[in-house]
Each structure stands twice: as structure tokens, then as C-alpha cells.
């Protein structure tokens, strides 16, 4: 017997357990099925279970579990991503905790602690996962740093660059002063900062009394100055293009350039043009070939060492000490000594406050520092003419189709992809020095000291590059790296490629992109026909979630306090298309209601004698009730299933959600009661026999979704062996007798007694009251239902009688129509009507005022501008929900005209 109340915490454990022991997740190569794949986006070995998390794999564990049940042989690749930057910090803080650092312990120990440390507490992040209910093939588990995808990385590497698509270049790249390592642009977050603008005096040479001022956030950088730009079309410096600026401090000449990067209305009009240390500054270096000297260091620190040549005393202009003063100091002192020596020279204009946007490393928290450094770089712009083709062409499809324009602006400006990272954990770059210089690149050692010896004629020492890849190299591998690749196993040839890839819209192009530019120039097809593009997890007010903020959720809380089950389902049912997901725990908590309507349903259920009957036949059902409930049933599975193939996964959960709760529960059952407690047997068996296989039915549809409480549901019932309803057959429509009829009988008494609800709702007519229900202009098929079906009117809707209306409307009657006849609630000796005409009339002014009050603000361009977009939708929302009050209200008060 099925205990009173749901416990979700009592049985999700010891469920999940029985399925991972029954190999219920396990793939099988060997099958005749047709596979279905997705791959895992790889969360960071240094990860805890996070509402991103929460939702990517709800949506890929429905869509896993779905196509598992309709028979495919489905493989969730499980496995996470070594994370560079993130775990080398956490090894870092740990070693700091004894006084040391990771110099002090060298390269190899320090790789040997962070294996340690995965070892020990590496695996929160897939217990995690297991909690959440995903059921990822867990013996395939992969890891980018385990021995196979390591062979992988190499073998791509190594390709690429005697194909020429990798190469060494000095380039300008984010670099992160604490972590002393180009770092990409995922890994950093702009923030707003209250500094300054100030406006320094650059003198023209040959004109003493004559100066050209820039406006600079980063008087620091000046002294890397290698030029001064202004738009070609303002005329206030038309006369000095061409000719020479002297560079205050330093002393020397740099050249005034007419570049349209220069923005006349901004500042002055005129920028200094710093190309080792801002990305525009670069591009117009780069157009204008400036020299491009570096001043600040690894550490963020002033270097001379690139400018010492450069330096020349001017009287009153530059002073060489003081410039010597400047080496070694930090950039935020260098600036305000040098901000100091300006006013003292004279040449510091003014100074304005500025709030501007800053990048930061996300880990670090510093300030990025755009630097001049030579790294290795992939040619992504050769790389990405295939994958822009494979969208253009359909072979790959992103869900949405609006993301494809997102994809198509990155990739068709794609820049040269910078990989390397000054890290000691990663892949570390299979690249060996010469004496003289000389790069061999090879798979081991071995092979490229043969290259070596090849190319000197003898043996000679070889040091190896100190840099690791870009932790997004290897993940782009992921799809084939984790089934064998370069082998060619049977796992590569069945599950490549992917059947959809479930990911966030802020890494199609970090990560998604460029699995398609690695998929399909190494295995000359697109890793995954379709990308299912969901949006964030926000607050339920709209909100982005942060720290700062003190909105985060936890789902591990969410988890413990309302179960998985009705924390998957809430993030269904809000996972609309495009859409950002609004969720807190009053959404959660209202969904575990859902849960909770289920249990109680099947445990009505038990309790009058419902049971699985394998001989049932849905085809010959012969009560309307039965019938129709059947019919509802065949819709539900069609409209399930359409839902998920269109990844519309909301659509799903609604459609789900409305079968159940509305359909099953609120009808089917209230209207079977009488039957259950009748006299007459058989029709009571046939409803059992109905009930049992409608519930099986929809243990099947909501297995993808809430598989905790399914699962528990059908073990119970016996509709199978124990955790096997993972594996059960996906449910299709039946042949149902009579189905239209049923139908159209059901609906006539649904509405009827829906209508009469509403009415006594909106009159506040008390419970405990019955009334007489009038029907008016009914015809005599009309007349006839309402007979045969009188005992659930009665109890349903309170009426005392069903009688037909022959002459004039009674006075004080409240009136509905259903179909083609009128009904009549006489209410006048029940309530007072003229107070209740009053009350909604009031109620419908305020609702009126509200409406209007909405309307006006989003009329408003500059609101709608300024507000943020949360803000906007919220009030868009609350419009539409005003409006739909106000319409209530009218046809309550037309009820009672």
C-alpha cells in the first residue's frame, strides 16, 4: 500500500541506485536499435551542482530518457573537464594553506598534487548529478586529461600544425597579471568602475606653444605610446596629420595618423594610440605600421626594457630619471605618479570623472591587461568555412533558428584563436626548442628529437614549451575524443555524430563552434544535426543571479526540500524557446503540488482496487466515461510526443500537466466515484481495468521528466519488474470505439458543470449552498445528458435539480450558455445581487486603472530604453494579466445583467 504522503528523500536514492546497478543508462554498441546521442557539455572537475547545471541537464535527461524509451539505443556521454585555470587555483590555495607555493614545489609535484586532489574530491560534481536524477552511461565516464583524450589533443595538435592551421604569432591577448596567463574572453566579466578621464597636453614638435590634447582612462600605458589619432573628417586637426607629436615623459617623436577610429564626439576628438596595450590601439597600429613596444610586464608592472632606446631628455618635457624611477612599480602606482609629474610639468589638461566598463578576470578578480606576447594561435578562420557551411546548408540546425545569425556574426569574423596558456596544469603544448630556435613539433619526445637529429646532423638538448592549451581546445575534441578517436572504435563509427547538442547561448562560440570546426575537419561530418540553445536561470523577479545580488539558488537545496522530481518538472515547464527561465522556490513548491496530485491519484487508485490488466484492450471499452478518458489519453501521447520532437520541452510539461491534473484527476475520477460505488459491477471492472491502463500511460509520458515518482508508481502498481519502467515501451495512441461521441458527451457535461463553478465563483456563492441548475432552448439530446449524468451535476456543481426553463428568465438569476442552450442559476434568495454588482464593478475599475497605468509606462520609448529588460518583460506581463482581469469582470457583470 502506498504511504499517505510522498517522500521523495525515502526513495530517490535507493531508485537511482537500482537503475545504474540494472545498467538502465548503459548504451549498447552492439544493438540493432538506431542510437540516439548527446553529449555531455563537461562540467569542470572543480564544479558543484549549479542552476545552469540544473537546467541543461534536466532538458538533455528528458530528452535522453524519451528516446530511450521509444527503443533507441541511447548514449549519454558522461565525463568533466580538467578546468585549468580553475583547479590549478584551487591546488594553488591548498599549497598556500601550508606557506608554499607552486614554484617552491616545482612543475612535476605540483601535477602530482592536482592528480591527488581530483582523486580525493573530484567527483562532487557527477554525485551531484546523480541526484538530480541523470542517467548518464556513468562506465563511459571521460575525463580530457585521461590518458585517451591526452593521445587525442596531441594527434590534433600535431596535425594542425604541419597542415599549417597552427602557428606562433605575437599577438595581443587578455592577459590575467595575477595568473601571469592569456586567459580567453569567456573567462572575463566587464565592470563598472568610477575612475577618471584625464586629458594630457602632447606638445607638437617644431610649435613649443602649441599642443594636442587626448583624453585617457590609462595614463599609464603613455609611455608605450607610438602614435596620436583623429578621425580624417575633423577638421580641427586637419593641419597636423602627417606631422609629429613629442611624447610627454618620454621624450620622443610620435607620428599624428587619420584613422576613422578616432571618434570626434568623444573626449577630444584625438586618442593616443598605445598598440601593445589596448585591442583598437592594436588595429591601428597594425593599419598605420606604428612600432608597438610593451611597458607593463607579466605582473602588471612598468618595464622600460622595450622603450630604454627610445628615451630622450627634453628640457621641461622628459626626465630620464624619473622614467628609471617608474620601472618595477605596479600599474595602479605608475599611474599615479605619472598623473602627479604631468600637473607638475604643465601638461595635464584637466580631469574628469568617468564611470566605464572594465574587464576583470572572473577568477582573479584584477583588471585584464590587454599585452603584446607571443603565443600559439589556430588559424579558426580556415577552420570555421566548413561549419558556416554545414548551418547554411542545414546539416547542422540550431534550435531556435534565431541563434543561427548569432553564429554566423562570430564565425564570419572569427579571429585567429589564441590557445596557449602560461599554466603548468592542462595539455602541455607538444612543442620542442633547438639550440637555435628551431619548433619540432611531434607526438612524443622521442619523435621529435628523431626530427631533430634529422634536421642537425647529431643529438642535441631540446627543452619543451612550458605553455598548456586553452582548456576550450580539448573540449572541442569531446565528441569524437570521448568514443576512441584517433582509433576508429565502434563506438566512433555508432554514435558519431550526435543526434543534438543541449547547451547556454554564452558558449556557442567558445565551445560550440568550434566542435563543429574540429568535428568536421577531422571526421569530415558535423558532430550533432541539431543545437538546442536554452537560455539562463534567473531569479523570479527576472534577475540574473550573483553573489552580490544574494539571489543564487541552490538545487541541491531545492532538491532536498522539494525533490528532484519537482524541481525537474518547474524547469520544464518554464523552458520555453529563447527564453531565460524565471525560477525561485515558490515556483518549485508549486509544481511539487503536481507531484504530490499524482501520488494521491494513483493512491486513490489503489485503494478501489485499480490494478494492471495485460488483457485490457483499450478498443473495447464501452462506457463514454471510459472512452473518452481513452481518447484524452491517444491526444495527450500525440501532443507529448510532437512537443519533444520540436525540443518545445514547455510544451511538454504543459501538455503532461494538463492531462493529468485537469483530465484524469479533476474529471475522470470525480466522475467515476458513483460508478466505483455503484451496483453495478461490470461497469465498475471496466473502469478499474480503464483507470489501471490510463495510469500506466501516464507514468510512461511523465517518466522523461519526474523519474523518481514514475518509477516508485509503477514498481508499486506491478506494471512491471522493479526499476524497469526506464526501459518501458513509450506510449502510442490506441483505437478507441466511439471516440467521437464519447467526446462530445464528456465535453457537453465538463463544460456545463465548469460553467455553473464559475458562476457561483464569481457570485461567492458559499459551498455549502446548492441551486437549482435552468436549461433553457436545450435540445432533447441535451435534456437526455443532463439526466443520464444528474449525480455528478449534483455533486459537482452543488445543484439541487437539473430543470428545464419553459418561460421568462427568473429575477435575480445569474445566466451562462453551453452550446446552444441558456443556463440559470437563480441566486436572488441565495446572495445579494445588487452588492455583488457593486463589488464587481469596483473590482473591474481598479483592474481598469492598473491596465491603463501599464499601458501608459510601456508606451513610454524612453522606459522601455532605459529599463532593464527584466524589468520591461515584468511589466508587459503584468499588463497582459490586468487585461485578462478586466475581461473576467465584464462577463461576470454580463452574467447578472
Given at each position: 500500500?502506498?504511504?499517505?504522503?510522498?517522500?521523495?528523500?525515502?526513495?530517490?536514492p535507493?531508485?537511482?541506485?537500482?537503475?545504474?546497478?540494472s545498467?538502465?543508462?548503459?548504451?549498447?554498441?552492439?544493438?540493432?536499435?538506431?542510437?540516439?546521442?548527446?553529449?555531455?557539455?563537461?562540467p569542470?572537475v572543480?564544479?558543484?551542482?549549479?542552476?545552469?547545471?540544473?537546467?541543461?541537464?534536466t532538458?538533455?535527461?528528458?530528452?535522453?530518457r524519451?528516446?530511450?524509451?521509444?527503443?533507441?539505443?541511447?548514449?549519454?556521454?558522461?565525463?568533466?573537464?580538467?578546468a585549468?585555470?580553475?583547479?590549478?587555483?584551487?591546488?594553488?590555495?591548498?599549497?598556500a594553506?601550508?606557506?608554499?607555493?607552486?614554484?617552491d614545489?616545482?612543475?612535476?609535484?605540483?601535477?602530482?598534487?592536482?592528480?591527488?586532489?581530483?582523486?580525493?574530491?573530484?567527483?562532487t560534481i557527477t554525485?551531484?548529478?546523480?541526484?538530480?536524477?541523470?542517467?548518464?552511461?556513468?562506465?563511459?565516464?571521460?575525463?580530457?586529461?585521461?590518458?585517451?583524450?591526452?593521445?587525442?589533443?596531441r594527434?590534433?595538435?600535431?596535425?594542425?600544425?604541419?597542415?599549417?592551421l597552427?602557428?606562433?604569432?605575437?599577438?595581443?591577448?587578455?592577459?590575467?597579471?595575477e595568473?601571469?596567463?592569456?586567459i580567453?574572453?569567456?573567462?572575463?566579466?566587464?565592470?563598472?568602475?568610477?575612475?577618471?578621464?584625464?586629458?594630457?597636453?602632447?606638445?607638437?614638435?617644431?610649435?613649443?606653444?602649441?599642443?594636442?590634447?587626448?583624453a585617457?582612462?590609462?595614463?599609464?600605458?603613455?609611455?608605450?605610446?607610438?602614435?596620436?589619432?583623429?578621425?580624417?573628417?575633423?577638421?580641427?586637426?586637419?593641419?597636423?596629420?602627417g606631422?609629429e607629436?613629442i611624447?610627454?615623459?618620454?621624450?620622443?617623436?610620435?607620428?599624428?595618423v587619420?584613422?576613422?577610429?578616432?571618434?570626434?564626439?568623444?573626449?577630444s576628438?584625438?586618442?593616443?594610440?598605445?598598440?601593445?596595450h589596448?585591442?583598437?590601439?592594436?588595429?591601428v597600429?597594425?593599419?598605420?605600421?606604428?612600432?608597438?613596444?610593451?611597458?607593463?610586464?607579466r605582473?602588471?608592472?612598468?618595464?622600460?626594457?622595450?622603450?630604454?632606446?627610445?628615451i630622450?631628455?627634453?628640457?621641461?618635457?622628459?626626465?630620464?630619471?624619473f622614467?628609471?624611477?617608474?620601472?618595477?612599480?605596479?600599474?595602479?602606482e605608475?599611474?599615479?605618479?605619472?598623473?602627479?609629474e604631468l600637473?607638475?610639468?604643465?601638461?595635464?589638461?584637466?580631469?574628469?570623472?568617468?564611470?566605464h566598463?572594465?574587464?576583470?578576470?572572473?577568477?582573479?578578480?584584477?583588471?585584464?591587461?590587454?599585452?603584446?606576447?607571443?603565443?600559439?594561435?589556430?588559424?579558426?578562420?580556415?577552420?570555421?568555412?566548413?561549419?558556416?557551411?554545414?548551418?547554411?546548408?542545414?546539416a547542422a540546425?540550431?534550435?531556435?533558428?534565431?541563434?543561427?545569425?548569432?553564429?554566423?556574426?562570430?564565425?564570419?569574423?572569427?579571429?585567429?584563436?589564441?590557445?596557449?596558456?602560461?599554466?603548468?596544469?592542462?595539455h602541455?603544448?607538444?612543442?620542442?626548442?633547438?639550440?637555435?630556435?628551431?619548433?619540432?613539433?611531434?607526438?612524443?619526445?622521442t619523435e621529435?628529437?628523431?626530427?631533430?637529429?634529422a634536421?642537425?646532423?647529431?643529438?642535441?638538448?631540446?627543452?619543451?614549451?612550458?605553455?598548456?592549451?586553452d582548456?576550450?581546445?580539448?573540449?572541442a575534441?569531446?565528441?569524437?575524443?570521448?568514443?576512441?578517436?584517433?582509433?576508429?572504435t565502434?563506438?566512433?563509427?555508432r554514435?558519431?555524430?550526435g543526434?543534438?547538442?543541449?547547451?547556454?547561448?554564452?558558449?556557442?562560440?567558445?565551445?560550440?563552434?568550434?566542435?563543429?570546426?574540429?568535428?568536421?575537419?577531422?571526421?569530415g561530418e558535423?558532430?550533432?544535426?541539431d543545437?538546442?540553445?536554452?537560455?539562463?536561470?534567473?531569479?523570479?523577479?527576472?534577475?540574473k543571479?550573483?553573489k552580490?545580488?544574494?539571489?543564487?539558488?541552490?538545487?541541491?537545496h531545492l532538491?532536498d526540500?522539494?525533490?528532484?522530481?519537482?524541481l525537474?518538472?518547474?524547469?520544464?515547464?518554464l523552458?520555453?524557446p529563447?527564453?531565460?527561465?524565471?525560477?525561485?522556490?515558490?515556483?518549485v513548491?508549486?509544481?511539487?503540488?503536481?507531484?504530490t496530485?499524482?501520488?494521491?491519484?494513483?493512491?486513490?487508485?489503489?485503494?478501489?482496487g485499480?490494478?494492471?490488466?495485460?488483457?485490457?484492450?483499450?478498443?473495447?471499452?464501452?462506457?463514454?466515461?471510459?472512452?473518452?478518458?481513452l481518447?484524452?489519453?491517444?491526444?495527450?501521447?500525440?501532443?507529448?510526443t510532437?512537443?519533444?520532437?520540436a525540443?518545445?520541452?514547455?510544451?511538454?510539461?504543459?501538455?503532461?500537466?494538463?492531462?493529468?491534473w485537469?483530465?484524469?484527476?479533476?474529471?475522470?475520477?470525480?466522475?467515476?466515484?458513483p460508478?466505483?460505488?455503484?451496483?453495478?459491477?461490470?461497469?465498475?471492472?471496466?473502469?478499474?481495468?480503464t483507470?489501471?491502463?490510463?495510469?500506466?500511460?501516464?507514468?510512461?509520458?511523465?517518466?522523461?521528466?519526474?523519474?523518481?515518482?514514475?518509477?516508485?508508481?509503477?514498481?508499486?502498481?506491478?506494471y512491471?519488474?522493479?526499476y524497469s519502467?526506464?526501459?518501458?515501451?513509450?506510449?502510442?495512441p490506441?483505437?478507441v470505439?466511439?471516440a467521437?461521441?464519447?467526446r462530445?458527451?464528456?465535453?457537453?457535461?465538463?463544460?456545463?458543470?465548469?460553467?455553473?463553478?464559475?458562476?457561483?465563483?464569481?457570485?461567492?456563492?458559499?459551498?455549502s449552498?446548492?441551486?437549482?441548475?435552468?436549461?433553457?432552448?436545450?435540445?432533447?439530446?441535451?435534456?437526455?445528458?443532463?439526466?443520464?449524468?444528474?449525480?455528478?451535476?449534483?455533486?459537482?456543481?452543488?445543484?439541487?435539480a437539473?430543470?428545464v426553463?419553459?418561460?421568462?428568465?427568473?429575477?435575480g438569476?445569474?445566466?451562462?450558455?453551453?452550446?446552444?442552450?441558456?443556463?440559470a442559476?437563480?441566486?436572488?434568495?441565495?446572495?445579494?445581487?445588487d452588492?455583488?454588482?457593486?463589488?464587481?464593478?469596483?473590482e473591474?475599475?481598479r483592474?481598469?486603472q492598473?491596465a491603463?497605468?501599464?499601458?501608459?509606462?510601456?508606451?513610454?520609448?524612453?522606459?522601455?530604453?532605459?529599463?532593464?529588460?527584466?524589468?520591461?518583460?515584468?511589466?508587459?506581463?503584468?499588463?497582459?494579466?490586468?487585461?485578462e482581469?478586466?475581461?473576467r469582470l465584464?462577463?461576470?457583470?454580463?452574467?447578472?445583467a
Amino acid at each position: 500500500m502506498l504511504n499517505k504522503t510522498f517522500q521523495p528523500s525515502d526513495i530517490e536514492p535507493g531508485l537511482y541506485e537500482g537503475w545504474e546497478r540494472s545498467g538502465g543508462f548503459a548504451a549498447d554498441p552492439a544493438s540493432s536499435a538506431r542510437p540516439f546521442t548527446i553529449m555531455i557539455p563537461p562540467p569542470n572537475v572543480t564544479g558543484s551542482l549549479h542552476m545552469g547545471h540544473a537546467l541543461t541537464f534536466t532538458v538533455q535527461d528528458t530528452l535522453i530518457r524519451w528516446r530511450r524509451m521509444q527503443g533507441r539505443d541511447a548514449l549519454w556521454q558522461p565525463g568533466t573537464d580538467h578546468a585549468g585555470i580553475a583547479t590549478q587555483m584551487v591546488v594553488e590555495r591548498l599549497l598556500a594553506e601550508t606557506q608554499s607555493k607552486r614554484q617552491d614545489v616545482g612543475r612535476e609535484r605540483f601535477i602530482e598534487r592536482v592528480w591527488q586532489w581530483k582523486a580525493e574530491s573530484g567527483g562532487t560534481i557527477t554525485r551531484q548529478l546523480r541526484r538530480l536524477g541523470a542517467s548518464l552511461d556513468w562506465p563511459r565516464e571521460r575525463f580530457t586529461m585521461d590518458e585517451g583524450l591526452s593521445a587525442a589533443v596531441r594527434e590534433v595538435f600535431v596535425t594542425l600544425y604541419r597542415q599549417g592551421l597552427i602557428y606562433r604569432d605575437r599577438r595581443l591577448v587578455n592577459w590575467d597579471p595575477e595568473f601571469q596567463s592569456a586567459i580567453s574572453d569567456l573567462e572575463v566579466e566587464s565592470r563598472e568602475v568610477k575612475g577618471h578621464l584625464w586629458y594630457i597636453r602632447y606638445p607638437i614638435a617644431g610649435e613649443p606653444d602649441r599642443f594636442i590634447t587626448v583624453a585617457t582612462t590609462r595614463p599609464e600605458t603613455m609611455l608605450g605610446d607610438t602614435g596620436i589619432a583623429v578621425h580624417p573628417d575633423d577638421a580641427r586637426y586637419a593641419d597636423l596629420v602627417g606631422r609629429e607629436a613629442i611624447l610627454p615623459l618620454v621624450g620622443r617623436r610620435i607620428p599624428v595618423v587619420a584613422d576613422a577610429y578616432s571618434d570626434p564626439e568623444k573626449g577630444s576628438g584625438a586618442v593616443k594610440i598605445t598598440p601593445a596595450h589596448d585591442f583598437n590601439d592594436f588595429g591601428v597600429g597594425q593599419r598605420h605600421s606604428l612600432p608597438m613596444p610593451s611597458v607593463l610586464d607579466r605582473a602588471g608592472c612598468v618595464t622600460l626594457a622595450e622603450i630604454s632606446d627610445a628615451i630622450e631628455p627634453v628640457p621641461g618635457r622628459a626626465d630620464p630619471d624619473f622614467l628609471r624611477g617608474l620601472a618595477g612599480l605596479d600599474r595602479s602606482e605608475a599611474r599615479a605618479r605619472i598623473v602627479a609629474e604631468l600637473e607638475r610639468l604643465g601638461l595635464l589638461d584637466r580631469v574628469e570623472q568617468h564611470t566605464h566598463q572594465v574587464p576583470h578576470g572572473d577568477r582573479s578578480g584584477v583588471a585584464i591587461e590587454p599585452r603584446l606576447t607571443v603565443q600559439w594561435y589556430c588559424n579558426a578562420g580556415e577552420l570555421a568555412k566548413p561549419a558556416i557551411t554545414a548551418v547554411e546548408s542545414g546539416a547542422a540546425s540550431f534550435v531556435p533558428k534565431q541563434w543561427e545569425n548569432t553564429f554566423f556574426a562570430w564565425m564570419r569574423d572569427i579571429q585567429p584563436w589564441c590557445i596557449s596558456r602560461q599554466l603548468w596544469w592542462g595539455h602541455r603544448i607538444p612543442a620542442w626548442y633547438g639550440p637555435d630556435g628551431s619548433v619540432f613539433v611531434a607526438h612524443t619526445e622521442t619523435e621529435a628529437r628523431q626530427a631533430a637529429r634529422a634536421q642537425y646532423g647529431r643529438d642535441e638538448t631540446l627543452t619543451q614549451d612550458e605553455d598548456v592549451l586553452d582548456t576550450w581546445f580539448s573540449s572541442a575534441l569531446w565528441p569524437f575524443s570521448t568514443l576512441g578517436w584517433p582509433e576508429r572504435t565502434a563506438e566512433l563509427t555508432r554514435y558519431y555524430p550526435g543526434d543534438v547538442l543541449v547547451t547556454g547561448f554564452d558558449i556557442i562560440f567558445f565551445w560550440v563552434a568550434r566542435m563543429m570546426m574540429m568535428g568536421l575537419h577531422f571526421m569530415g561530418e558535423v558532430p550533432f544535426r541539431d543545437i538546442y540553445i536554452h537560455g539562463l536561470v534567473r531569479d523570479e523577479r527576472g534577475q540574473k543571479m550573483s553573489k552580490s545580488k544574494g539571489n543564487v539558488i541552490d538545487p541541491l537545496h531545492l532538491i532536498d526540500t522539494y525533490g528532484a522530481d519537482a524541481l525537474r518538472f518547474t524547469i520544464c515547464a518554464l523552458t520555453g524557446p529563447g527564453r531565460d527561465v524565471k525560477l525561485g522556490p515558490q515556483r518549485v513548491e508549486s509544481y511539487r503540488s503536481f507531484v504530490t496530485k499524482l501520488w494521491n491519484a494513483a493512491r486513490f487508485c489503489e485503494m478501489n482496487g485499480v490494478a494492471p490488466d495485460p488483457s485490457f484492450d483499450p478498443a473495447g471499452a464501452g462506457l463514454p466515461l471510459n472512452r473518452w478518458l481513452l481518447d484524452a489519453a491517444n491526444r495527450a501521447v500525440s501532443e507529448a510526443t510532437a512537443a519533444l520532437e520540436a525540443y518545445r520541452i514547455d510544451e511538454y510539461a504543459a501538455c503532461c500537466y494538463r492531462f493529468v491534473w485537469n483530465t484524469f484527476c479533476d474529471w475522470y475520477l470525480e466522475l467515476a466515484k458513483p460508478v466505483l460505488a455503484g451496483g453495478d459491477q461490470e461497469a465498475a471492472a471496466e473502469l478499474r481495468r480503464t483507470a489501471a491502463h490510463v495510469l500506466g500511460v501516464i507514468l510512461r509520458l511523465l517518466h522523461p521528466v519526474m523519474p523518481f515518482v514514475t518509477e516508485a508508481l509503477w514498481d508499486q502498481f506491478g506494471y512491471g519488474a522493479p526499476y524497469s519502467l526506464i526501459r518501458a515501451p513509450w506510449p502510442v495512441p490506441a483505437a478507441v470505439t466511439g471516440a467521437e461521441a464519447a467526446r462530445a458527451e464528456l465535453g457537453w457535461v465538463i463544460r456545463l458543470i465548469g460553467e455553473v463553478r464559475a458562476v457561483r465563483s464569481e457570485m461567492n456563492v458559499p459551498p455549502s449552498v446548492t441551486t437549482p441548475i435552468l436549461l433553457r432552448d436545450a435540445r432533447p439530446e441535451t435534456l437526455a445528458r443532463a439526466r443520464a449524468w444528474i449525480e455528478p451535476i449534483r455533486r459537482l456543481a452543488r445543484a439541487s435539480a437539473v430543470e428545464v426553463l419553459t418561460g421568462e428568465m427568473p429575477r435575480g438569476a445569474a445566466q451562462a450558455v453551453v452550446d446552444e442552450a441558456t443556463i440559470a442559476l437563480p441566486l436572488a434568495a441565495v446572495i445579494d445581487l445588487d452588492a455583488e454588482r457593486a463589488r464587481l464593478a469596483k473590482e473591474r475599475g481598479r483592474a481598469e486603472q492598473e491596465a491603463q497605468k501599464l499601458a501608459k509606462k510601456l508606451d513610454n520609448a524612453d522606459f522601455v530604453r532605459r529599463a532593464p529588460e527584466e524589468v520591461v518583460e515584468e511589466n508587459r506581463d503584468r499588463l497582459k494579466a490586468a487585461q485578462e482581469e478586466v475581461a473576467r469582470l465584464e462577463a461576470a457583470l454580463r452574467r447578472i445583467a
